[in-house]
């Protein structure tokens, strides 16, 4: 994939850079008293509503329709959308600590805040004023559901090998037509709405696509390896017909600039919630380890234990420091914000499999127990290293973006 297709450890006090013109480079400041704010409650809300239901949503293969409720009520499906369009309007640092402690709690509920952001801001971006009048306002306030529906069976990161096509009937203002398969589209079963791509003569198109167009159709993709309550979907288009300005940017442009976009928002919010799966890793070891005795003496107590701990530590806050670096220039408008999203991603989902499984190995045989949630951790982390680009893929773009010196 080129270039150009691109476009708590502790709860500790995170720092952030400040504005150029209000400080100079490389200086840091704490978090916002609005963010310490929210980052409590969104820590409160996880704690009470996700981790005590994260295992049985697991082993159903489905998230209580109460709990999405939940989180609409509370205005966190729209929190990146514009207040005029009735969303949050959040900036992208708190969205981060939204992301990170839903993350903590249920990596599929994290799903969902992802796929659906990925849709909708997409639509709030490139969407003609017809189509934004139209669906933004229901987005914003998760009346509707938006899922990503960009994977096919013979098409992952590899973009341009999209084989669904799309025409359109009756010439210029006629209605599109599609055709073809998409699969592994995450709360596919649920979704309302799909921000779909398809092949056209003049190139690669976006289309906003309703679950109940004439044409759609949907199966569930059960028994998945990790985010199992994520109602993943396979779409099969049989001449679905969707009206015009449900067209999402200009033909030729769906890839590099509407996925591009689509797929930086979900690599952010991935990486975010890389951080939450590795420090509820991190929680659950020191709260074993220091309970658990071995040879007279509390695990944590051993040193080879400790050498665990230490990177477990480090290796999280390393990464939600990236993370807070990529929101911060995500908030400031810079142009290496894509890039440094980048890094936030690669190293923190990296980072949650390391710790997923030094965590287990610390819990021993109860870190294999199904009864256990470090076997959910350890699943979920390795799904976040192939979703949104694969570590392989990363690793194939991050050497070609220049970073500015810190």
């Not at 490389?26 to 239901?53: I, T």
């Not at 409720?69 to 514009?82: E, F």
């Amino acid at each position: 994939m080129p270039p150009s297709e691109l476009v708590s450890a502790e709860a500790e006090t995170a720092r952030l850079p400040v504005s150029p013109a209000a400080a100079p480079a490389g200086m840091w400041l704490e978090l916002s008293a609005e963010q310490q704010a929210a980052r409590r409650e969104f820590r409160a809300f996880a704690d009470e509503h996700v981790v005590p239901n994260a295992a049985r949503w697991d082993r159903e293969g489905r998230i209580d329709a109460e709990a999405i409720d939940a989180v609409r009520r509370r205005g966190w499906l729209g929190a990146l959308l514009p207040a005029a369009a009735g969303g949050g309007a959040m900036d992208p640092v708190t969205y981060g600590l939204l992301t990170e402690e839903i993350g903590r709690g249920c990596s599929s509920l994290r799903s969902l805040l992802t796929v659906h952001e990925m849709a909708s801001v997409a639509v709030a971006r490139w969407g003609g004023r017809e189509l934004k009048q139209e669906v933004l306002g229901s987005l914003a306030r998760g009346e509707r559901i938006a899922a990503l529906a960009l994977t096919e069976p013979e098409a992952g990161s590899d973009a341009k090998s999209l084989q669904t096509s799309v025409r359109q009937d009756g010439g210029e203002g006629g209605d599109w037509v599609l055709d073809g398969r998409k699969r592994w589209i995450t709360f596919g079963m649920v979704a309302d709405l799909f921000l779909l791509f398809a092949r056209h003569a003049d190139g690669l198109a976006a289309f906003l696509v309703p679950a109940d167009a004439p044409g759609l159709g949907r199966r569930p993709i059960a028994d998945v390896v990790g985010t199992r309550a994520a109602a993943l979907a396979e779409l099969e288009l049989a001449g679905c017909r969707v009206p015009a300005r449900y067209l999402v940017g200009r033909v030729g442009f769906g890839f590099s600039h509407v996925a591009a976009s689509a797929l930086d928002q979900g690599r952010y919010s991935v990486a975010w919630g890389a951080v939450g799966v590795s420090q509820a890793c991190l929680e659950a070891s020191r709260e074993h380890t220091a309970r658990r005795r071995q040879f007279g003496k509390p695990l944590a107590e051993h040193q080879l234990v400790q050498q665990k701990l230490t990177d477990m530590i480090v290796e999280t806050r390393a990464a939600r420091l990236l993370c807070y670096r990529a929101g911060h220039l995500r908030r400031q408008g810079d142009p290496s914000a894509a890039a440094e999203t980048l890094l936030a991603k690669y190293y923190a989902s990296r980072a949650a499999v390391r710790a997923a499984l030094d965590a287990v190995q610390l819990h021993g045989a109860e870190g294999l127990c199904a009864a256990n949630p470090l076997e959910r951790y350890l699943r979920d982390a390795k799904v976040t290293e192939i979703i949104e680009g694969s570590t392989q893929i990363l690793q194939s773009l991050i050497p070609r973006h220049p970073l500015p010196e810190l």
